[in-house]
């Protein structure tokens, strides 16, 4: 047993607490540094496997970045480029992917016709104006090849812009088709922050350039701003069908028709919005005369799909929700 000497000088043994405590900070100590082995281990690996992950995907997914289908069909086929969800600059469904799908499609040796594949509510007027201008240009560029447009579930405001566009419309008779006009939205808050007290202090250069916070009133003459710059763009959205569908538009007697408002596929047939009803097979087997279907719209890398925006989007989404994230014009 070890000893020490007391102030006395005295032989005595240590106290038997003090053994105790460092028994215990021993134990305490090695508990903890396996702990730290065991973090270290487990973010090891977890990185590893992420790593992993990541390269399997750089790997075997980057051919679903860019063309989805096939890129070097041998075989007479029908072309077919897809416009799906909201129209919009950074959605899947842009001016750019569609535009890139189109080209590729009418490029094609072996495409004898180009299908649209629609199912959208719509966007913004500004990118389907550039797909519906790209598609007037490469029908020109391509005599040969008509363009035939196919609305599944959706195709209202800027998809039946862009489906105007088109040599021929096919709906199905329950596809809701239509809804050509504009529409700018937003919310106002004036009367809450009143009711709560709340100061709003905005500082500008121009008497104008706060015209669309939600927290101050709106005057008169913005309101009538907008009202003319809202008519004029409806206005080219009625030139540019019109364009497309020339005298099969059943405008007489049918005021209506440039009104906003939607109508059944069956309805859209009898009003010249669409030619017949026809679902995408049925058309490339029945009026293109080629079955064989082969998809070049452009996709985003499944990575971006996955991690790109995520955190922006709901951000975004929020601050819609409570109207301050702008105005969105559709």
Do not use: C
Not at 50 to 70: E, I, K, N, T
Not at 287 to 309: A, F, K, N, Q, T
């Amino acid at each position: 047993m070890d000893q020490y000497n007391d102030n006395r000088g005295a032989q005595v043994s240590p106290p038997q607490s003090n053994r105790e405590w460092q028994l215990i900070e021993k134990l305490v100590l090695s508990m903890q540094d396996e702990q730290r082995k065991q973090r270290r281990w487990s973010i090891f690996f977890r990185t590893a496997t992420l790593g992993y992950l990541v390269l399997v995907l750089l790997m075997f997914l980057p051919l679903r970045a860019g063309l989805s289908g096939s890129m070097a069909a041998v075989e007479p086929h029908t072309a077919l480029v897809n416009v799906s969800g909201v129209i919009a600059d950074g959605a899947e469904a842009n001016a750019d992917a569609i535009s890139q799908g189109l080209r590729r499609a009418f490029e094609a040796e072996q495409s004898k016709a180009v299908m649209l594949r629609i199912n959208s509510p719509g966007g913004s007027p500004v990118q389907s104006g550039y797909v519906y201008n790209e598609i007037m240009r490469l029908k020109a560029k391509h005599p040969e090849k008509k363009v035939y447009a196919v609305i599944t579930d959706m195709g209202a405001s800027g998809a039946y812009y862009i489906a105007a566009a088109a040599d021929e419309i096919y709906v199905d008779p329950a596809s809701i088709v239509g809804s050509i006009g504009v529409i700018m939205a937003g919310f106002g808050f004036t009367e809450a922050i009143e009711k709560l007290g709340v100061e709003r202090r905005v500082q500008t250069s121009g008497e104008n350039k706060a015209l669309m916070d939600p927290f101050q009133p709106q005057k008169p003459e913005q309101t009538a701003h907008f009202q003319g710059m809202l008519d004029q763009i409806h206005q080219q959205f009625i030139e540019a069908v019109k364009a497309g569908r020339g005298d099969r538009l059943q405008v007489d007697g049918h005021p209506e028709l440039f009104s906003g408002l939607v109508w059944s596929g069956e309805e859209a047939v009898q009003l010249g919005l669409a030619d017949g009803t026809g679902s995408p097979g049925q058309v490339a087997r029945d009026v293109v005369g080629e079955e064989e279907i082969v998809d070049y719209s452009v996709l985003p890398h499944p990575l971006e799909r996955l991690l790109g925006g995520f955190g922006v989007s709901i951000g975004k989404g929020v601050g819609q929700m409570l109207g301050v994230d702008g105005w969105s014009l559709r």
